[in-house]
Structure formats: structure tokens, C-alpha cells
């Protein structure tokens, strides 16, 4: 439905686009409110009276509180037509509940953030970023009503939590000086909590400051002793002894490069003056590193592209402009945009920038200029995308320069989805990827070019070679620390045993969908529903975070959705969802609009959908997108749709629909090629 709902703050409610819903009056918000804390659960109306009116309701209660449900469901799904169920704010029983997908709500998403189980790096991005959604104390206008106090209070005890988590996982990262202030702030609003004064104490020793320390340590026992009359725990006891005694096992975290990284910055602030034009193109360099260190990263390295560009721009100077858009050469896999309208953007620029070279620039410049559009301009399909991809690949090639060809190979790749059945040439893409890149130590395109692989054996249902290039790719993201990498090859695990039916290393093949001997499932060679079912759900997890909204929005329903038409099973649309919410299936949902209509016994509306569904972008998701239009079509007996489908199918017929991607599959696209019958 694209609402948000808020509470950790004044309660609040943003649409899809992220503006703020009026949630009309105090006693709105409150009931609002109360549901929420509810988790899900039915609170009857007549506790929503008690708690509205503090036991002494006026008459007229009950329906005032309808009223208020009422106008709530207007504004939180103003599209929903006059007679249809709400989805959101539903009616059971003798009250109402919420019915919100967990990321929905900031605190729900909140509790999710802190149970997850992550290594350091990950761990930190996530609560760094799950603690920038507070925006205030939780249910903020309710802090006196006693039906918040409880929930309020186990918020609160959360982010406490959150925050010593976060301290945690820096200084298993090493990057003690970076923990401090956030744990100075923690233990000066919070006086008694001894696992924030232990943390500080620990982040100022490892930081080198040794006597700050031990001083804290005292400063926590004045205050335990003289306030509440208590010493210290034997936590805090312990850590005194070992600072005085400077214990081996205290530095054990301690990171060397954090004290160069710190030294080397310092020396640059002091080295290369304010206004330099040298700073912007560090800064381009920084962004490219941070592009790769996961979702958090990535989301600020794009936001700082568009702003060093438009810096570049105003100073007037072309070739710097080309350096700094040229620069950012971030291999990217996936074909759908995470920013259309930024990429837009950039492609716009670096157009503008290419007419206002002067004819004695670099051809590597322009070789760098033509790549970022071919690469930003993915799944568009516009034909100057694919002349300057070609160009761009061309001129690299001339200058046999391999930095440069591997940018111009990203770029070829992402515009070789002119039609269907390119698995083959997506697969030479990636050989000469990983070859060259491999040759001249060249780690991020290298690891772009297995991943590239990994897609096109799957398309060509070559599952002993594409779990070589899954297995590769790890090792490379482990060494070079790349934690996206988990996200694609998750993903390619569970569409692995949904195929096969086995874990990677388990059977090889399974050309034109011929079954795999001795699997147990309910279509040949693949897992049974309910655990493939599972491993995409738990694939999807890692979505959460990563930064990639191209990626995210819309593909965990559609994953299961072509799990079960793959295998002619009935699709239910809430079962496509999470917690029992409808799926929301994004830039996907022409395609999968005929098929949940027809779920829904709307056979009519099902079939002036499949009349209006457009062709399927040009992206790793076209055939997948064409199968479901063949399902459809067949269903529906449209002929017409059965032909379009079959015509952009055709040259793809010896490979898996969908499994490009390395994602989801709807299984051999030679399934999707017969006629249907006459329309009924």
C-alpha cells in the first residue's frame, strides 16, 4: 500500500512518495496509536472508549470512535473504492486492528533491526541506520495516556540496547575514537546504565587515552556510590583492574589502519587548501570505495554523486566535470535503476558534458562518459545506450587500457537485453570480465563478471557451473570485502533448490527442464512449494538495508508468485505477501495483474488487464515477465496476448524464463510457447 507508519516520535503517517498524511485530529492519532501498541492483535471498541476517555466516555463514544476509524481509513488509502475491504486499518470481531507489513511500521522495523543476528560491518550499518528513524521519544503525544506507558518504556529500554549494540560492533571493527562521543552522550542522559560506562571506558583505552579511562570509571562509581549507594559491578571492577594491569586481552580489537586512516586524513585536511579542485576529485574516489561497502554506503554514494556532479558543473570546466561523472565506475549487475530519476540525471549531464569537450580530450574521458550512460541508462532500452556502449567498448579496446574495458564491458552488458535468449552472449560478457579483471587485479569488476556468469548458466539451467561462480564470487567478497555479494548469491541458492531441489553442489543440470533423478517434489526435480517458498522468503530478508530499491521493490512476491505458477499451483495473493499483508509487487505489477485476477474469480477485468499490459522492459526479468503473460494468455484463451508473448519468447526457448536474473525462474520458456486454446 506505500503507507508508513511512525511512532518512535509523535505518531505520524507518510504515503509512497514519503509526504506526511494528515491523520486528522488527537483522538485520531490516538486510536491509531493504541492499535499499534496492539501489535496486530483486535482491540474490541470498547476498550478503545476506556482508554480514549479515561473511563468516563460521553454518550456517544462508540460511534465517535467509528467515526474516527472511518476517516483514518480515508486518508491512509484515499485510492480504495467505496466498497472494497480496507487492507490496512481492518475491521475483526468486536474491534479493529492494524494489518501492516513489519517494515511498515518505524518500531516494528525497529525490533527487527536489533534481533538480527549480523557480523560487525553489517551489524553497525544496521543499527546506525535503525536509530536515525527515531525521531523523538516513542508515541511522543501519548507520553501521559497509560495504555502507551508500557510500550513507551520497552521502546525506550530498545534503544538503550541499540545503542550499546552499535558501540559493540565499532570497536569489534576496530574503530574505537568513532564510538566515543555517541557513548559520552549515552551514559551523560543515562547515568546508570554500567554497560555504557564499561563501553566508553574500553573505547577510550583502545583510542590511546588511557587516563580518560580510568577516569570515567571513577566518575561512574562517584556517581553509583553517592546516588544510589551501591559500588560498581564486578563488570566495571573488572575492567579498572585490567586497564591498570593493561591486560593483552584489552587491545585484542584494535585496528592499526583506523590510526592511519586518521593520520592520513588529517594530513589532507591540512595539505590540499578549502575550494581545491583536487578535493572533488577525491571525494569522487571516496564515493566509488563507499558505493561497495553495503546498503548504507551505497545510498550515500549516490546521493554525494549527484551533488560532486552538479559542484563540477558550476565550476565550468568540462574535462574536470567528465573526470569526476567518469570516475565513479562502480561495476553494477542489476538492470533496473535504484534511482531512475537520478540516473536519468547523470546521463543527462554527462551527454551535456560529452558536446563540450574540446577536441584535444582524452579518448579515455570519452570512453568513460559513453560507459556511464550505457550503465545509468539500463533497462531502458534506448538505442543511444547501446551505440555508446558500443563506442565506448570500441574506444577501450583501441587504447588497451583493462580499467577501461572493464567499465566498457558493464556497460555492453547492461545493454544486452535487446531481446530475448542473450544468455550466450551475457556469458562471454562475464568470461572476458573475469579473465581480465583477474589479469590486472581489478577485484569489483572481477567479482561483476561471476555474478554475470552465474546469471547466464542459470538462464541455460547450467547449475554445476553457475554454483563455480557463486562459490568465486563469495571468496572474492570475503577477501575484498564486498557484503552486497551475499545479497545475489542468497538469492541464487534458493532459486537453485527451487529448480533442483538440492543445496549448491548437488545436482548439475537440468537442460530443458528435464527432471533431476531421485528429487522429491511437486514438479520434476524441484523442491517441494513450501521450502522453496521458504528459502526466497529467507533471501528476502537481505533485501532489508541493502540499499537497492531497484532491486527490492516488488521482487520477493514475484518470486513467489512465479514459484507457484511454475509449478499450476493456485495464486493467493496474501499468501504472496508478508505477515499476511498484500504483496506489493512494484514496477512488476502490469505483468502480475492478470493472474491475481484471476485468483480473485475477476475474469473480465483479468482479461482487459492482459489487453493492456505493455511489453515487459528490456532488463534480466524479460522473459520471466513474457511467461506470465503466456500463463495469462492461456488461461484466458487470448490468442493475441499468447502470440506476443510466443514471438518475444521464441529465440529464448532453450532457456529457464526468469533465471537470468539468478533470482526466480517460471521454469523452461519452451513451456510458454504453445497456443492457448479458443477464448472463452
Known sequence: MGVELGVLGPVAAWDDAGDAIDLKGPRHRAVLARLIVARGRVVPVSYLVEDLWEGDPPEGAVAAVRTFVAALRRALEPERPARARPRLLVTEGPGYAVRADPGAVDAWRFERALAADLPPERAARRLEEALGWWRGPAYADFAEEPWARAERSRLSELRLRAVERLAEARLALGRAAGAVPDLEAHVAEHPWREEGWRLLAL??????????????????????????????????????????????????????????????????????????????????????DLATTGGAGLEAARAHRVAATEAAEELGDPELTARVIGAYDVPAVWTRADDPEQAARMVAAAERVLAALPPGAPEATRA??????????????????????????EIARRLDDPALLAFALNGAFMQSFGRAGLAGRRDEIGAELVALSARHGLAGFEILGHLVRLQARCALADFAAADEHAAAAERLAERHERPLV?????????????????????ASAVPGGTAVPGQEGDVPGGAPAGRAEAAYREAAGLLDGAGMPG?????????????????????????????????????????????????????????EALREIPDPPADLLMEAMWALVARAAALLGDRE???????????????????????????PVAAYLDPPGPRS
Open 641 to 667: 496476448a499468447a502470440r506476443r508473448a510466443r514471438d518475444a519468447l521464441a529465440p529464448a526457448a532453450g532457456e529457464l524464463a526468469g533465471a537470468g536474473s539468478g533470482l526466480l525462474t517460471l521454469g
Open 486 to 506: 551475499e545479497v545475489f548469491t542468497t538469492w541464487y541458492h534458493a532459486l537453485r533448490l527451487d529448480v533442483t531441489g538440492e543445496p549448491p553442489g548437488g
Open 203 to 288: 573505547a577510550l583505552y583502545r583510542g590511546g587515552r588511557q587516563g580518560d579511562a580510568l577516569a570515567v570509571l571513577r566518575r561512574a562509581r562517584d556517581l553509583l556510590v553517592s546516588r544510589l549507594g551501591v559500588d560498581p559491578g564486578p563488570e566495571l571492577r573488572r575492567l579498572e583492574s585490567d586497564i591498570l594491569r593493561q591486560a593483552p586481552a584489552l587491545d585484542r580489537a584494535r585496528d592499526p589502519a583506523e590510526a592511519v586512516w586518521a593520520r592520513a586524513a588529517a594530513a589532507y585536511e591540512a595539505s590540499v587548501p578549502a575550494g581545491a579542485r583536487a578535493r572533488l576529485e577525491s571525494t569522487v574516489g571516496l564515493m566509488r
Open 368 to 393: 568513460r562518459l559513453l560507459s556511464t550512460i550505457a550503465v545509468e541508462s539500463r533497462g531502458t532500452g534506448s538505442p543511444r545506450a547501446a551505440e555508446a556502449a558500443r563506442q565506448a567498448e
Open 551 to 607: 532491486l527490492e521493490r516488488g521482487l520477493p512476491p514475484l518470486a513467489l508468485l512465479c514459484a507457484r505458477v511454475r509449478r499450476g499451483l493456485p495464486v493467493e495473493p496474501r499468501d504472496l505477501g508478508t505477515a499476511g499483508g498484500e504483496p506489493d509487487f512494484g514496477p512488476y505489477e502490469p505483468w502480475a495483474r492478470p493472474l491475481l485476477l484471476l485468483a480473485g474469480d475477476r475474469r473480465a477485468e483479468a482479461a
